[in-house]
């Protein structure tokens, strides 16, 4: 499908348990009335009614009490055919108004039935219940009540489809910014994320036995079929000819695109048809669903790019120098677990290792003669070599994707009493970045050899990070630096 050469049709051989139901569940009515006779009637007058295709299941009750307790938060009913004078003169209007205030249901739609009119006028019954019809027994022949019934249905099937779009398109607009702000390196649980959303747009309808047994969201790469979200179980098949979006009643099939390419499809297999309702918005969502799949690729593709351009500058930087290249990467994990030791978020701290990378680019601009210089270095020498943390802010820009690599260039020499350069920031105003990256780049200075020194024992290393905690470094930043190395977490590090 991605190319005009290669069409990939999806048939579900699903190993199921679904009945062969091609057909929508029953209007569910109830009839409340204390008259049994009443009851019987009503049933055998409305035995053959359809209505969209689906047939009445019709539920008695001979009190207002029994029906009360019919009726559940979930009871599924849409239409209420009831009597007025039952276990009191009133019973009928009270378990209106309990269905409408306790209950707060406003979607069933109800009909006053009364032998007595006298006992509940029908202007005053209008007036003070929300009732959505008034009939007297004696005026509802066969004719009018099927009348009756079918006008209550269709208003109930209209409310229903407006609630439903409603309930849908806030389920998208609730799910949307979740899945554009998505972390790019969890691609499967966006993908999750996504199918449990799905299965709650079509949950959506007037049906509560609609049931997804098996369904899943799958994508296309090259020329398989990668199944990323759902449930039950299924094989694939790829064959000719392309794809359709209708299979069966009872199964739904919507590609993924982004642009004209699919990219991936949504199968479901449910019990019952779809509400076509519920098919479109599973289309709109699907839609955005792709727009947001394309803006996290399109981030993931520049993320890579920023980590490759802070990768190649890296290497830059240990061309100029032998000892670089480990040191780095020392670096970047040493970096990484005390930002994670001192509570900083998982993605920052991701952040500040690759960062990190490029604490030392500015010893680029300084001569080789100097770098390698195999003793200590003279005052000229050091204030020379110092020059490279200003040098490393010149080269990097400050730019939003660059800004924290710049900091830890141009400020992982400052110290903590306001003593280092090139800036002599103190304390706080020094960036969180640099003041982890300057206890890792000391430490690991410390334990491995350099041209003009041996490496010191990691005891003795130790000791010192913990003789400058206050001075040189941030008091927090070391706390979290003993921890580690209590936990052995530098045990490989020296070399």
Same mark, same amino acid.
């Given at each position: ?21 091609t057909s929508q569940p029953p209007w569910k009515v109830l009839v409340v009335d204390d008259d049994a006779d009443v009851i ?198 790829? !064959? ?11 199964? !739904? ?243």
């Open positions: 499908m991605s190319t005009p050469k290669r069409t990939l049709q999806l048939k579900a051989k699903v190993a199921s348990s679904l009945p062969e139901v019987s009637i009503t049933r055998l007058n409305l035995r053959l009614f359809t209505f969209a295709g689906r047939p009445l299941m019709l539920v008695a009750a001979s009190s207002a009490q029994e029906a009360r307790e019919l009726l559940t938060p979930a009871h599924g009913f849409a239409l209420g055919l009831i009597d007025v004078v039952m276990e009191s003169d009133d019973a009928g209007l009270q378990l209106v108004r309990y269905i409408r205030e306790t209950l707060g249901d406003q979607r069933i739609r109800l009909v006053i039935r009364t032998g007595q009119p006298g006992l509940a006028p029908e202007r005053y019954v209008i007036d003070h219940f929300d009732i959505d019809d008034y009939k007297e027994k004696s005026e509802l022949s066969a004719q009018k009540l099927y009348t009756t019934v079918r006008l209550a249905l269709k208003s109930y099937r209209d409310l229903t489809t407006i609630d439903m779009a409603r309930q849908g398109l806030e389920a998208i607009l609730e799910a949307a910014p979740r899945m554009y702000l998505h972390p790019l390196d969890s691609f499967e649980e966006f993908y999750s994320g996504v199918f449990t959303q799905i299965l709650g747009l079509c949950h959506l309808g007037a049906n509560s036995s609609v049931r997804i047994a098996n369904g899943f969201l799958a994508m296309f790469q090259k020329d398989e079929i990668l199944i990323k979200a759902g449930v039950g179980e299924a094989r694939l098949d790829k !064959t000719d000819p392309p794809m359709e979006e209708n299979i069966t009643p009872t199964e !739904t099939i919507i590609p993924l695109r982004i642009r004209e390419e699919v990219i991936g499809l949504l199968y479901l297999e449910h019990a019952h048809p779809l509400d076509p309702l519920a098919v479109h918005l599973l289309r709109i969502f699907t839609g955005q669903v792709c727009v947001a799949l394309q803006s996290l690729r399109v981030q993931q593709e520049l993320r890579q790019a920023h980590a490759s351009a802070i990768q190649m500058l890296s290497e830059a930087a240990e061309a100029k120098d032998a000892n670089t290249g480990e040191h780095i990467q020392r670096i970047v994990s040493l970096t990484r677990q005390l930002s994670l030791a001192l509570g900083v978020e998982p993605d920052l701290a991701e952040m500040y290792a690759e960062a990190s990378q490029l604490h030392d680019i500015g010893k680029i601009g300084i001569p080789d003669q100097i770098l390698n210089k195999p003793g200590p270095l003279d005052k000229e020498e050091f204030s020379r070599i110092s020059t490279h943390a200003h040098i490393g802010g010149l080269i990097i820009k400050d730019e939003k994707n660059f800004r924290i690599a710049r900091q830890i260039a141009l400020y992982h020499h400052e110290k903590w009493d306001g003593s280092g350069y090139p800036e002599g920031l103190r304390g706080e105003n020094i960036p969180l970045a640099a003041r982890i990256v300057s206890v890792a780049d000391v430490f690991d200075a410390l334990v491995n050899c350099r041209p003009y020194k041996h490496a010191w024992r990691m005891e003795d290393a130790v000791n010192e990070i913990r003789r400058l905690s206050g001075k040189s470094f941030d008091p927090r930043v070391v706390g979290a630096f003993e921890g580690l190395y209590v936990a052995g977490a530098f045990a490989d590090l020296a070399r």
